[in-house]
């Protein structure tokens, strides 16, 4: 089954705990602190494989999560990093955020890889807050969660060659002949599902191309009219189209056909219509297609197309689209298909920091926030105090008080709620 649609959640690993431990050592206060680091948390990658040509495995499964970090130990051991989830996609992968839509990453060629889900940093041990004033920390860290999001997955087909057209043109039946590929064929509109793609070999010239079958079209396709309106996307990565035109007007006249599905895909995106096109002038075995040749010749060509007619019945004309297609080819040159460029993953370690009131609540926002709340143990009170001493360098109390809270009031950071009290 072909699958060019995924919606999939990742998780990348939480990092591990620090520890709370002391040496035993005379002369040292309590021993001295020895709690080790908790390790990393594993990261959520995607990787393109080149053996890959669908989307499939995503449909079976949704939910991916990294290995979290192991917590710290005593003697200052520290834990071991959680292990990366690699997810292997296929090449022509968009990869959007599902909340907002933002596409963040295009996986065009083998081996190229994307982070899309950072794993959290472990939390530090008690040894690493010893101070001349606080020789014996009796807190640590609490490991960073790893990030979470649903993203969206998107297959675009990587090929040189596009066949476009109404339903019932023959595009199945000419790609089974220029290829191996086997497609679905019947007599009837809408026999293909799902784009094939094949690769035409022409032999002893060494030079071959892949070429797609791109799913009917019909007019208002990129309104969502029909079934083409969700292939239209795996136009956009071909260097050539061939239009496929029935020359023997049997459900449509073939040059208002042309107009109509060169609309659409102006409509699409208006780079669509701009890309090169040869035109196939199909069922060239059928006396009525004989007839409208001329005419289709005609006005295409004085419009700059070029026509070759052809049969996918009796293979007429196939030799020469073949070579036309390569001459287009080699005239385009070696362009690589358009993609979106892939952002680099970066943290935002300073970011602004918000508060707002939802009814009595005082909510305070802000990555940086809210990750210190995350990796503070709310159980042991020092590390609060020292959470405290953190809001009151980072300038939560005056913005605080300048929504107007008040002593005995809820503060909600993250998941955590607390009571307000304002720092001596």
């Given amino acids: 089954m072909f699958v060019d649609k995924a919606k999939?959640?990742?998780?990348?690993?939480?990092?591990?705990?620090?520890?709370?431990?002391?040496?035993?050592?005379?002369?040292?206060?309590?021993g001295g602190p020895s709690g080790g680091d908790g390790g990393k948390g594993g990261d959520v990658v995607l990787?393109?494989?080149?053996?890959?040509?669908?989307?499939?495995?995503?449909?079976?499964?949704v939910h991916y999560k990294a290995e979290r970090g192991q917590n710290g130990q005593?003697?200052?051991?520290?834990?071991?990093?959680?292990?990366?989830?690699?997810?292997?996609?296929?090449?022509?992968?968009v990869v959007k955020d599902a909340a907002t839509g933002e596409v963040l990453a295009d996986l065009v060629e083998p081996g190229q890889s994307f982070v899309v889900a950072r794993g959290g940093r472990g939390g530090r041990g008690n040894a690493r807050f010893a101070s001349s004033v606080n020789q014996a920390p009796d807190f640590a860290e609490k490991g960073e969660p790893g990030e979470e999001r649903w993203i969206i997955l998107e297959l675009k087909l990587l090929a040189d060659v596009g066949l476009v057209g109404f339903p019932n043109v023959g595009k199945s039946t000419l790609l089974s002949r220029m290829t191996a590929a086997r497609p679905k064929i019947a007599d009837y509109p809408f026999t293909t599902l799902f784009p094939n793609l094949g690769v035409v070999d022409t032999g002893p010239t060494g030079r071959s191309?892949?070429?797609?079958?791109?799913?009917?079209?019909?007019?208002?396709?990129?309104q969502g009219l029909g079934l083409g309106h969700e292939f239209l996307k795996h136009v956009e990565r071909t260097r050539l189209l061939v239009h496929v035109i029935d020359a023997a007007g049997l459900e449509?006249?073939?040059?208002?056909?042309?107009?109509?599905?060169?609309?659409?895909?102006?409509?699409?995106?208006?780079?669509?219509?701009?890309?090169?096109?040869?035109?196939?002038?199909?069922?060239?075995?059928?006396?009525?297609?004989?007839?409208?040749?001329?005419?289709i010749k005609s006005h295409l060509e004085s419009k700059g197309y070029e026509v070759i007619p052809v049969s996918g019945a009796t293979g007429e004309g196939l030799r020469e689209l073949i070579y036309k297609i390569i001459q287009y080819l080699d005239k385009i040159g070696d362009e690589k298909p358009e993609t979106v460029e892939v952002k680099k993953y970066t943290v935002k370690e300073e970011d602004e920091i918000k508060v707002r009131r939802e009814g009595e609540i005082f909510v305070v926002e802000g990555k940086t926030v809210e990750r210190l709340v995350a990796m503070t143990d709310l159980d042991n009170e020092s590390a609060v105090k020292r959470l405290q001493r953190a809001f009151k360098g980072l300038g939560i109390d005056e913005l605080l008080k300048e929504k107007g809270i008040k002593e005995g009031d809820t503060v909600r950071i993250g998941n955590a709620e607390f009571y307000y009290t304002e720092m001596k």
């Fill in 252 to 295: 449509n006249d073939p040059i208002e056909g042309f107009y109509v599905i060169n609309k659409e895909l102006e409509n699409f995106n208006e780079k669509l219509a701009r890309k090169p096109q040869i035109v196939a002038a199909n069922k060239m075995d059928l006396p009525q297609a004989k007839e409208n040749l001329a005419r």
């Fill in 74 to 93: 005593g003697s200052n051991k520290a834990g071991k990093s959680g292990e990366d989830l690699i997810i292997r996609v296929p090449p022509g992968t």
């Fill in 47 to 61: 990787v393109v494989d080149g053996n890959l040509s669908t989307l499939q495995d995503f449909k079976y499964k």
């Fill in 209 to 222: 191309f892949v070429i797609a079958d791109i799913p009917g079209l019909i007019e208002g396709a990129h």
């Fill in 8 to 30: 999939i959640y990742v998780k990348a690993g939480d990092g591990g705990n620090g520890a709370v431990a002391f040496r035993r050592e005379k002369y040292v206060p309590r």
